[in-house]
Structures are given as C-alpha cells and as structure tokens.
C-alpha cells in the first residue's frame, strides 16, 4: 500500500518561488554574451565622434603593436625638430664648471663651492666661462658633457670683459668645440636659446628671443661691457658662462648676468657677444691678459664740458707728454727733511674734451677711443687748458 505525500499550502508556495528564481537564472546565464553584445553596440551608437576616432586611434596602435612589437614613431612640430637638434648638438659642448675657494673664517680658513657653466672652445682643450665663476678659486673643476671630470688651470682671464680661458688635459677626440656666429648680424625678435649645466645636473635649456642689443653692462671689475645682448630666456646663477646659441647651433654670445635683486631669473639675461670673445680669447691664449693701450690717466672727476685729469698713473704716458693734473706734487720742509707732498689744484687740470677729434664725454669713451689703438701709436688728446683748446699729442704704451 503505496503512501501519499501531503503538502500545505505554504510549502507549495515556497517550492514555486524556488522553482521561478532558478529558471530565471539559467536564462540569465545562457543568454549574458549575447546581452553584453548588444548593450556595447548600443553604447557605441551614442558615442562622440571624437571618442569613436580615439578608440580607433587606440585600435589601430594596438595592432601596430602586435605586428612590429614596437610603439609607433612621434611626430614633432618643425619648431620642435629645431628645438631638439639645438639640444642635443650644442649640449656636446657644454662643460659644468665646479670651483673651491678659501676664505679666512673666524677660527681658520673656511672652504666654500661655487661654479657655473662653461663651453669646449678648442681640442687643445681651452673652456670658456666667465671671469666671475672662476675668480679667486683655489680649484677648478671641469665635467664634461660625457660625464668625464679635470681638474682646469686657469690660462688667463679678461675682468673687464667677465671672460676667463681655461685649460684641461684631455685626449682632443673627447672635446666637441662650438661653432661661432658673427653676433653683428643679430636681429631683435631672433630666437635664440641658453644651453648651461648648472651644479652638474642634467644640461638644461630655455628658448626665448634677442630683446635688445647693443646694451652696456658693468662687469664685475668695474667697467662697462660694450655691444650686450639682452635676452628674455630665463637664467639662473648656475646657467653664467653658458653658451647662448642660434638656430643653426652656432655661438652667438655667452651668457653672464642676470636682472634681479633676489639672484634668481626675472625675464631679463644678457650675454657677451661672440665677436667680443673672438677677439679676446686667442690674447688669453697667447699673452694670459688682454694687450691694452694706456694714457696713463688714473683718475679724472667730471666736468660741464669733459673730463678732469685728477691723478697719473705710474710712468704715465700722458704726463711725459705734458699734460697736467690737478693733483701735484710738491716739495716741503718739515724740520730738518725735505718731503714731496700731494696739493689739489683743480683749476690746473687739463680737461679732457676728445682723442682724435672725436668727442669724450665719459670714462668708458675715453678708454674705448685710446684702447682701440696698440701700444706705440701716437694720438691726439684734445684738452681745454686755460680756457683754450689745445691739441697735444701722446705716444700710448701697453697698459700693465
């Protein structure tokens, strides 16, 4: 006798309940791919078209990918191109500068670090930079842009043109020189670019344009540079000695000082100009000095129509060849010894109004005009004495 199963009421319905949720599951899983399918086409349809060319941009790099294993070239803008071969040719030339000077502390001599940048001038093995950076320094350090590292004798140095020649030993394969420009045909609005290595990191370069030319700047010796360039690329204290390039990679200056009160870039550079260099380095490499003219005047004060002779200096040119000074020289009596004694006599002085015919009215003109001639030539020193111009003339000596 076979027994009847019996069910209540929620027992059934429980066992519907059941049954509908694992038949609604098993659709589900059956039909997903299907289902992801068409909701991705549907999704594409309402795409941007600028996100539909970007998935077949990606689409079609992928594929680059898997075929030649290798990411597809970039493209750079012309300006770019010129950027970039800028960089990696004039960068071969760049030299980090490293310098260690001593200085009397309060207990002992105090070591300090200092430095910028330099450039290769030469495969003798001569490094350009500013006078500034190497002045009064104990030891020279040179790294080379292949990371090679010398220890550089200073071989001579311009103050009053912020120029120093240095010198490294070096097999001439490992240098790669500059290549000048003739900075007279600089134009304002020319692009240019500032290549340093400051405190031997990476080489680093700014872009920026001439903003002006023909500006002065005083050294830090004291006088006025002629023919700056001023530029907008920025530069910091590290980038000083750095050479400043055209687009064709060529020297057309050297960068040495900045226009800030804090030290740091504010828009506004200036560079020695290359002829400026070319013509002061091969003096340095030969003399160790620049071979200047002298007059022999050592200080003037100014007058409303020229310059005062004050002083002469030693073995003076200009007063063997009699011209006159307010400060004399005279003999005096003091107890039993007879003593020369310095006496100002400003109306005595001889003012100085031109050379040559060419009118003077500064310091920097007066020493310009007399030092474009070599020691031995005879000029003409154009003076107001007693009220009257007079002409005398003046056999220049070297400047030593």
Known sequence: MSKTMKFDHKTILLMCIFSAFVGASLAIWINWPKTQQTAQAKRSEHLPPANQENKQTQTSTENQLTKTGKAAPRSFTAEEKTNIAVYENGSKSVANIRTISASSGFLAFEESEGGGSGWIFDRQGHVVTNHHVVHDAQYIEVTLASGITKE???????????IALLKIKIDPE???????????TLKVGQKIYAIGNPFGLEHTMTVGIISSLNRTLRSK?????????????????????GPLLDSHGELVGMNTAI???????????????????????????????????????????????????????????AKKAGLRSARVMVRRQYGSREVLWPVEDPDRADIIVGINGKAIDSVDQLLNEVEKNKPGTRISVNVIRGGKRVDIPVTLEEDR
Do not use: C, W
Not at 152 to 162: E, L, S, T, Y
Not at 174 to 184: E, G, I
Not at 270 to 285: G, Y
């Open 259 to 317: 226009a800030s009160r804090v030290g740091e870039n504010s828009g506004v550079g200036f560079a020695i100009p290359a002829n400026t260099i070319a013509r002061v380095v091969p003096q340095l490499k030969q003399h160790g000095r620049v071979i200047r003219s002298s007059l022999g005047v050592a200080k003037v004060f100014r007058r409303r129509n020229g310059l005062a002779i004050y002083s002469f200096s030693k073995n003076s040119p």
């Open 152 to 162: 550089a004798k200073v071989v001579g140095a311009d103050p009053a043109n912020d």
């Open 174 to 184: 490992q240098l790669t020189p500059v290549r000048f420009s003739d900075s007279s």
């Open 221 to 241: 010796a004291g006088r006025q540079m002629k023919s700056i360039i001023q530029i907008d690329a920025a530069l910091n204290q590290g980038n000083s000695g």
